[in-house]
């Protein structure tokens, strides 16, 4: 926030709807600021992840979906092979055009949320995600190759990870025994609690609280996909058009919107 200043703004505030995978999600919300940006730079960490083995500059772009979307593409996608894909799908939305990667401190282990720290005293920077991710695989010890969304991206023409394609300012060097996660994305997906929570976050709706609504009809008006409508001065929320992006929570002004 120091140092963002006047300039932070929150991406959750104002989604707009972008057409997606039509057999997955006709459309998701993604931040106007993203969209409307000349320069995007894109700040990873170094770090591993159970359901992709590593997260670095493609992953990132998955937080580029506001609310609980990111919950729901992980349960519609409902293997890791499937869900490599959509995280790709989902960078090529809006392709950063530098990307610097805070590896000063990494995660290993079972990530994203591993207390296993490393110190690799090391920025990383790039202008290309595939092949940033290609030499942050390579430090972890790790074959690229063996990662879905690496070739996914590599196949849509995005980049490549092949070490005599990548030039390298400095010296690539392993991080030695650094561990990771099960290559198959099992540590997620067969994971009862982590599955119980991801679905947690896709059943959540908004709901108003009739106490504090003052029938302003910010939500509705705000509302990327149109899923809420004024009943007798109150907003509703269809269920089956909302994306859960909680924008409507955003931009409430008497916080009577919530969760539920």
């Not at 990548?166 to 290559?183: A, N, Q, S, T």
């Not at 009809?217 to 269809?238: F, K, Q, R, S, Y």
């Amino acid at each position: 926030m120091e140092a963002a200043g006047e300039y932070y703004r929150n991406l959750g505030d104002s989604p707009q709807p972008i057409a997606f995978q039509a057999d997955v999600m006709a459309k998701v919300g993604i931040s106007r600021e993203i969209l409307d940006a000349d320069i995007v730079i894109s700040l990873p960490k170094f770090k591993t992840h159970g359901l992709t083995v590593m997260t670095g500059a493609i992953k990132n772009s998955y937080g580029f979906l506001p609310g609980a979307q990111k919950a729901r593409l992980h349960r519609i996608a409902g293997t890791p092979e499937r869900f490599h894909e959509l995280i790709v799908e989902v960078f090529r939305l809006r392709v950063p055009d530098l990307f610097i990667m805070d590896a000063v401190v990494g995660m290993e282990g079972n990530g994203p949320a591993s207390p296993d720290l490393r110190e690799i005293g090391q920025i990383l920077a790039a202008d290309n995600a595939v092949a940033l991710d290609g030499v942050v695989a390579r430090m972890m010890g790790l074959d690229p190759g063996r990662l879905r969304f690496l070739k996914k991206a590599r196949e849509l023409g995005l980049g490549d990870f092949d070490e005599h394609e990548i030039h390298i300012d400095g010296e690539l060097r392993v991080v030695p025994d650094f561990k990771l996660p099960p290559l198959g994305g099992e540590a997620i997906a067969c994971d009862a609690t982590v599955q119980e929570i991801i679905k947690g976050k896709t059943r959540v709706r908004p709901a108003v609280d009739p106490d504090l609504c003052t029938a302003c009809g910010l939500c509705g008006e705000h509302c990327p996909v149109a899923a809420i409508t004024m009943e007798n001065d109150l907003p509703v929320a269809d269920a089956e058009t909302c994306i859960t992006c909680f924008c409507c929570q955003e931009i409430c002004p008497e916080k009577a919107m919530t969760l539920n």
